[in-house]
């Protein structure tokens, strides 16, 4: 019996439940996407850690030119591409003995780099940002809450602040009219005169 026991324990997930919450809905590149973990067992077990699991990756749409078997040329297909931007797995309790009744909120900070890309969805590309919390469990199947897709949006670009520049215009008299003048004019303004040396 405690052969099966051991075998069922290998292949199946403790009684437990992760949820995740934030503190907000949408985070800015740059920014830490804030939040809690709460965990509920219904069963005693041993834990390696509690984590997060934050990814980020861009879906697009590519043709691509195959070889057709059928046809005996290469035709043209459109394939779906995708590739992992960023992903981390930052912790945020280490190992725990779970009894049955046990429940807390653990709470997390993950910085979101700022070189990366915001959410974007379109016709043929998608950017998507995900987060899901994980009890991690030596021998056995992980513990995990549903996958969250968060926002994250670019900052808003800041003003550019205009300098002021302040120049010094040096003053000469006009020979024929003694009006002052801007050293750099060639000209008189007041009676038009062309300035000799």
């Avoid at 974007?120 to 513990?143: C, H, L, N, Q």
């Amino acid at each position: 019996m405690s052969f099966l026991r051991k075998l069922k324990e290998r292949v199946t997930s403790p009684r437990a439940r992760i949820t995740l919450e934030f503190s907000k809905t949408s985070f800015l590149l740059g920014e830490n996407a804030e939040g809690s973990l709460t965990v509920v067992s219904d069963e005693e077990f041993d834990v390696k850690e509690i984590r997060c699991e934050i990814e980020c990756v861009e879906e697009a749409k590519r043709i691509k030119r195959a070889f057709d078997a059928t046809a005996k040329r290469d035709i043209l297909e459109e394939v779906t591409e995708s590739a992992t931007l960023y992903s981390a797995r930052p912790t945020v309790s280490g190992p725990l003995h779970l009894s049955t009744g046990f429940s807390q909120t653990f709470q997390f900070s993950i910085n979101i780099p700022a070189g990366l890309r915001p959410t974007f969805k379109s016709v043929d590309s998608k950017v998507t940002w995900t987060i899901k919390g994980v009890i991690a469990i030596e021998g056995r199947p992980d513990v995990t809450s549903q996958t969250a897709e968060i926002q994250v949006t670019q900052p808003a670009a800041q003003p550019v602040r205009e300098r002021e520049v302040v120049r010094e215009v040096v003053m000469i008299p006009c020979k024929y009219c003694s009006a002052l003048m801007p050293q750099t004019d060639t000209t008189c303004p007041r009676c038009g005169a062309r300035r000799t040396t």
